[in-house]
């Protein structure tokens, strides 16, 4: 079965520090992926997407991920954080089929000052 | 390109009464689907539609859930006979799929139900 995993739920980091979040993903899914994030009482906004033009994505609000077959992960990066990244991120891929996207738990980020 | 819309964005209600939420998506996108989401965890597939065409149903799906798209814009998404195992974030999407295949999902902000 297809799946994406984000390992860590909770992901606590000081403003200016390096932001990392983690997505594996089962070794069956097609290669596009995608990284949204949330804010509380919204839907889910695209930060970013891998459909396999190059393996450093680069997305919005400084965020990037690097897709690395080898170890099937597509985990997302900031170099520095701001109080305002503070939200629920999800890395997603499609299902067997490819007609809908399956989606992480999500990882909670939080940023102190 | 004015977002996806959900209405109503909050629904309260009685166990075992029934409600119905709307999605209007991105005007000319072809796909549109329904996730649930509860709390702590990510969104969840329920079903979608290609135009008016209800292509593909999760397990999740239960006989009380019945989700139309007439004409291929809008869509609802009905429950009937409300359960407290209801109460979650119902959250509609959509996509263009003339322009990629893995064109991205494009979400609206929920309705939020809670079924006490």
């Known amino acids: 079965a297809q799946s994406v995993t984000q390992l860590g739920s909770h992901v606590s980091v000081s403003e200016g520090a390096l932001v990392l979040l983690r997505c594996n993903y089962s070794s069956s899914v097609p290669p596009y992926l995608f990284w949204y994030v949330q804010y509380p009482n919204q839907g889910l906004q695209l930060l970013l997407k891998?459909?396999?033009?190059?393996?450093l994505v680069k997305g919005i609000n400084g965020f990037e991920a690097e897709f690395k077959k080898s170890e099937t992960s597509f985990h997302l990066t900031k170099p520095s954080a701001h109080m305002s990244d503070a939200a629920e991120y999800f890395c997603a891929g499609p299902n067997q089929a490819g007609t809908a996207l399956i989606f992480g738990k999500g990882t909670t980020l939080s940023v102190s000052s | 390109d004015t977002g996806v819309s959900q209405d109503p964005r909050h629904k309260i209600t009685k166990r075992g009464q029934n409600v119905t939420f709307r999605c209007d998506p991105i005007s000319e996108h072809n796909r549109l689907y329904w996730y649930r989401q509860t709390l702590g965890q990510g969104p969840e597939f329920l079903t979608y539609?290609?135009?008016?065409?209800?292509?593909?149903k999760s397990r999740l799906l239960s006989d009380r859930f019945s989700a139309e798209r007439p004409k291929g814009s809008f869509s609802t998404l009905e429950i009937q006979r409300t359960e407290q195992g209801d109460s979650a974030m119902y959250l509609c999407?959509?996509?263009?799929?003339?322009?990629?295949?893995?064109?991205?999902?494009?979400f609206g902000n929920g309705t939020r139900l809670t079924v006490t």
């Open positions: 891998y459909t396999s033009a190059a393996t």
């Open positions: 539609f290609q135009n008016e065409a209800q292509l593909e």
């Open positions: 999407a959509s996509s263009d799929l003339r322009s990629s295949y893995n064109s991205p999902l494009h």
